[in-house]
């Protein structure tokens, strides 16, 4: 930092004076519960890299070990394919993995109880939720052992295999989720087949596949929501930089399943800066800047100018 | 008025705001940017820029040696003023 930067920021701070002190229990009860709220993401890839900064050593070798082809005596020993990289990590993994780790193909990840991982799996994403178990097999098929994983990718022809069916996708946006003895894929974009048994049950938009070990059944769903919560909390970070005004509303908006609605509007306007926001984060300095306002409703972020 | 130079152009053209409003408006964002900073990058730019406090007083506070306060406010620097661009500096070039 250059010292004529920090006399701006000084003068800055000067001019907007302290914030207002917390001065009573309610007050600091509301504050927390939306700050921490709001900050939560960013809390935890700040964890996340402090203490990929303790136990960098570990994960360096947990890492070549389970990463990197395996020095063999054999010289006829084929090198693995990488098929994915590391996005976002929240929590714990097992393997322990450091961000923007690659991923081989054959390689099984886990992650534990309050964790969630997201990874660049051949240009789109493939996000695990808390308590899950996958195998990436190669760049387009994967094997769910347990848990909840969701596939947001333009590619067809995407395989997820579980011990209840086989999951194919048609250019979408998914979770499948497996519990013992239940498997539920949520669509909420695009569509899926469920193929099990010589059968094939198809879930477009909005729908999803519950089956069972002898019966498959489709509900309605909503896209967005809280059930959908935990997708957006490990989202990869969001850089505003050189994005438009529509661009970076159609990421935010992607993330929470919703379209993007501009009222008036200059989508074309370009942004700048260069932190790492959580989808929501995006949302208010994209807005703020620009000096709009945003709302949802039914399932469309609309988004228009101040009054 | 603060001297002010080339490479920031969101800070210095937030202090060459003209009119109470607009100061109004600028304080405002700063101080919404130093609520979404970690707690202890917002309490310490307080306490050096507004409260005066000196490095080794806000080490005191922060239970940290003078030259790991040193280290903190530097890096609150650098993320305050990436947050304020990013909030302050947008949307222009259309």
């Known amino acids: ?307 | 008025m603060v001297e002010l130079v080339e490479d920031l152009p969101e800070i210095r053209a937030a202090l060459d705001s003209l009119d109470a409003l607009q100061r109004k408006e600028t304080a405002r964002r700063v101080q919404v940017v130093l609520d979404r900073l970690p707690d202890r990058y917002g309490d310490a730019l307080e306490w050096k820029y507004i409260e005066g406090l000196s490095v080794a007083e806000i080490a005191v506070r922060l239970g940290v040696a003078t030259k790991a306060a040193e280290s903190l406010l530097a890096r609150a620097r650098t993320a305050f003023r990436d947050a304020f661009s990013a909030v302050h500096g947008a949307g222009v070039e259309a």
């Open chain 1, 1 to 307: 930092m250059k010292e004529d930067n920090e006399e701006q920021i000084a003068a800055l701070l000067r001019l907007a004076g302290p914030r207002p002190r917390i001065d009573d229990e309610r007050t600091a009860r509301v504050r927390a519960q939306v700050h921490d709220e709001w900050l939560r993401g960013v809390r935890q890839r700040t964890r996340v890299r402090w203490l990929g900064a303790a136990v960098a050593a570990a994960a360096m070798i947990a890492a070549v070990m389970l990463f990197i082809p395996r020095q063999r005596p054999a010289p006829a020993a084929a090198p693995s394919t990488i098929v994915a990289h590391v996005q976002t990590i929240l929590g714990t993994t097992k393997p322990p993995v450091a961000m923007a780790a690659t991923v081989a193909e054959g390689t099984w990840i886990e992650t534990l109880a309050g964790s969630a991982l997201s990874l660049d799996w051949n240009g789109a994403t493939l996000r695990l939720g808390e308590q899950t178990k996958v195998r990436l097999d190669s760049a387009r098929n994967a094997t769910l052992e347990r848990g909840t994983i969701y596939f947001d990718g333009h590619q067809s022809n995407v395989i997820i295999r579980t011990a209840l069916g086989e999951i194919r996708d048609i250019g979408t946006q998914f979770e499948v989720r497996l519990r013992a003895e239940t498997l539920r894929v949520r669509v909420r974009e695009g569509r899926v087949d469920l193929r099990r048994g010589g059968e094939s049950f198809i879930a477009d938009a909005a729908t999803e596949l519950v089956a069972g070990p002898t019966s498959v059944r489709k509900n309605a769903i909503a896209v967005s929501g809280a059930e959908w919560q935990w997708i957006e909390e490990a989202a990869p970070p969001l850089r505003l930089e050189g994005l438009t005004l529509h661009e970076a509303l159609t990421r935010v908006a992607r993330e929470k399943g919703l379209r993007v609605e501009l009222r008036g509007v200059d989508g074309d306007v370009r942004l700048h800066g260069g932190v790492a926001f959580t989808p929501d984060e995006a949302l208010d300095a994209a807005t703020a800047a620009t000096s709009l306002s945003w709302r949802i409703e039914n399932d469309t972020l609309i988004v228009s100018g101040r009054r």
